[in-house]
């Protein structure tokens, strides 16, 4: 359930060797089970809207013992890292990257205009140019990164409430690294400089796989 909710949460047996499954709903699919259990692989790869179950006892073994050895286990997670690899939406986060990666230069230099050239006070320009920043990776997001699904949750309200939940997120994100940098420096006596990479690292796996679930809903461009 931790690797892969939304394959193992949809049937109380996915590794059961008894279903049936529509033509195309692995149509043009390519399945690669691994071991003999093809279910799990079914369900990952291939275009399933609705799961229906009729439950089914099984009788207690009479005779013989049971075939499952350590080695399903973990051939069963093998499987289960597999999929998610594969599931993993690798061009969406190359783009959040990219643009990640622009909004350190607009934090930049809005910050050094608001100190140089309008003389504010540090963490007045330090806010103002961090949601500059914000917004900017927001904007970009919204028309690159996650353009598909914005195309489909037209409006300028549904804008600001993706723009609201993104500000959000960016803030849990903030509390996050600093909590990440304190207990790796602080408690573990890891390096500062290598701490910080690691909590940059952590939080833009945070960032967009919530926004991605929260902000810009894939489930929502099928509608």
Known sequence: LIILPGVVGRVSDPMSGYFMVRREAIAGKTLSPV???????????????????????????????????????????????????????????????????????????????????????????????????????????????????SRSQRGWRKRVKRLLKFNLICLAGLILNVLIINLLFNLLEVNEYIAKLIAIATVTLWNFWINLKLSWRVTQVDK
């Open 35 to 149: 071991g003999y259990k093809i279910l799990i692989e079914v369900l990952g790869r291939g275009n399933v809207r609705w799961v229906g179950e009729v439950g089914y006892v099984f009788q207690e073994r009479l005779e013989g013992e049971s075939k499952v050895s350590w080695k399903q286990y973990i051939e069963y997670l093998q499987h289960l890292l597999t999929l998610r690899l594969a599931k993993w939406p690798v061009g969406r986060f190359i783009r959040f990257g990219t643009v990640g990666f622009s909004g350190v230069f607009v934090d930049m230099t809005v910050f050094y205009l608001l100190r140089e050239v309008l003389g504010l006070g540090l963490t007045r320009s330090a806010i103002l140019s961090a949601e500059a920043g914000i917004i900017n990776n927001f904007l970009w997001n919204d028309l690159w990164t996650f353009g598909d699904i």
